[in-house]
């Protein structure tokens, strides 16, 4: 018997499988170098950024995937939270992080 008597919807499951789809193609060695994508913390969330943009698109495109969109956007940005306090960022400075994000992802 399981530990944690409750479990994860399909669409909290589907949505971490996306985030780590995301992910995985934001990180390809092909953005990063010179002329393209500085190799640094903001760089790679830009292309995270562009990534679940263009995600949420193609979710949003879709009505049978519309459902997992939010549960998406969730993951994703608890996933930008983990990174910054495991980079070390205090929590005021990942507060103001997390307060600007919706916008900057929502104007990508």
């Not at 830009?46 to 049978?64: C, D, I």
């Not at 996933?79 to 495991?86: H, I, M, P, S, V």
Request: charged share 20%.
């Amino acid at each position: 018997m399981p530990i944690w008597p409750f479990h994860r919807s399909r669409a909290e499951v589907d949505a971490e499988a996306l985030v780590s789809a995301v992910t995985a193609a934001s990180r390809r060695l092909v953005f990063y170098g010179p002329e393209r994508v500085p190799d640094t913390m903001e760089g790679r969330f830009e292309l995270m950024t562009v990534h679940g943009v263009l995600a949420m698109l193609r979710l949003q495109s879709r009505s049978s995937a519309q459902p997992l969109a939010q549960p998406f956007a969730d993951r994703l940005f608890s996933f930008f939270d983990a990174g910054l306090r495991e980079a070390g960022t205090g929590d005021t400075t990942v507060l103001s992080a997390c307060t600007s994000w919706p916008a900057t992802f929502t104007a990508a």
